[in-house]
């Protein structure tokens, strides 16, 4: 999709957006996987509304990227723009144990940063690629903590609304990768509330998660982290494993031979070969099982 009419452009131009035409989503995602579309970095959160109905009334349908982390895009010309937050300067300001974040900071720089300054809490997530913002919205977790417990306010464009607010933490449910944000809210920026901790003990804390990671995930593949969500009280990664599913391969597209719930993109690999490749998967496991894994990648697909 391309924002090429000369008013759109125009528009565009005044609201400060920075278009970056035929991008392709392959080098904004993770997985390496995606085709190509026009590239809306966002430099100022106060011209969504605006931008949101500039879009829509040149019927230019869009779609928000975070870090492309946790994302399979599908192939080809893509049927809608992206929107994407650019970084702002200063990502984090610290106020004694509140961080006030950008949506676009990246979370393991976060959690760095939060650690110099004695703030604790989050040493699990110390791996997890993506930005705040996209952790934020699918209450992204690992070794016991998950980013939602520190979270007292989040500033978002609320879609339904058409607006910027501001949500108190108790105002959004957070649960196992799941949140209560409608799914074309934008996140822009959170307040985190972190326990003080020594810097040196924090970082024993990110030691010993960076060291479980490293031995149990393919961490220097293209991935999406793991594909599908755990069913309640079993491992997707372990019933995969049990079934001999690891190495099985669709095009390039891969289960991962150290943990069975990555799927890597072993070379050029395309959306079609990856999603074939989680359709057999969750087929055999149902077929196994009887459980049917949900998704915890998200899929754009045209
Ligand atoms: N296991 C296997 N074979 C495998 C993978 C796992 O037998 O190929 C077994 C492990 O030996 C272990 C059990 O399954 O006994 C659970 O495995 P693991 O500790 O790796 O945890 P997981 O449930 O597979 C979850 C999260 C990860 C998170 C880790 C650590 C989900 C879907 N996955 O994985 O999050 O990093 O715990 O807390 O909730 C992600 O969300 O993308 C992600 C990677």
């Known amino acids: 999709m391309r924002a090429e009419h000369p008013k759109l452009e125009a528009g565009l131009a005044a609201l400060g957006i920075d278009v ?9 995602t993770s997985l390496g996987i995606g085709g190509t579309t026009d590239l809306l970095r966002i430099t100022k959160h106060d011209s969504i509304p605006d931008l949101i109905e ?13 870090g492309g982390s946790n994302l399979l895009v599908g192939d080809g010309e893509l049927p809608w723009v992206i ?10 300001v610290l106020e004694g144990n509140f961080a006030h974040v950008d949506a676009a900071a990246d979370l393991g720089r976060t959690v760095t940063f939060c650690a110099k300054h004695d703030l604790g809490g989050m ?3 110390i791996g997890v690629p993506g930005t705040v913002g996209g952790a934020l919205r699918m209450n ?36 196992y990768r799941h949140t209560s944000f409608g799914p074309d809210d934008m ?15 924090i970082l024993q804390g990110i030691r010993i998660c960076n060291e479980k990671r490293r031995s149990s995930q393919p961490l220097g593949q293209k991935s999406a982290g793991c594909i599908f969500k755990n069913p309640p009280g079993a491992s997707a990664g372990r019933m995969i494993d049990e079934l001999g599913l690891k190495g099985l391969s669709v095009g390039d597209a891969k289960v991962s031979d150290r943990h069975a719930n990555f799927f890597v993109n072993a070379g050029q690999a395309s959306a079609k070969d990856m999603l074939a490749l989680i359709s057999d998967v ?16 998200v899929v754009w697909n045209a």
């Open 282 to 297: 969750r087929g055999r496991v149902e077929n196994a099982f009887g459980v049917k894994l949900e998704n915890e990648v």
């Open 83 to 92: 929107l994407q937050l650019a970084k702002p300067d200063p990502e984090i």
């Open 123 to 125: 040493e699990g997530l």
């Open 20 to 28: 970056r035409s035929g991008t392709s989503l392959s080098e904004l």
């Open 187 to 201: 996140m822009l920026a959170v307040t985190l509330e972190l326990p003080s901790k020594p810097f040196k003990e």
């Open 140 to 175: 992204a977790g690992a070794y016991g903590m998950q980013i939602g417990s520190y979270v007292r306010e989040v500033k978002l464009y609320r879609a339904a609304e058409r607006k910027i607010e501001i949500l108190k933490g108790n105002q959004i449910s957070f649960e």
């Open 54 to 66: 500039l879009l829509e009334h040149h019927n230019i349908p869009y779609k928000f990227l975070g």
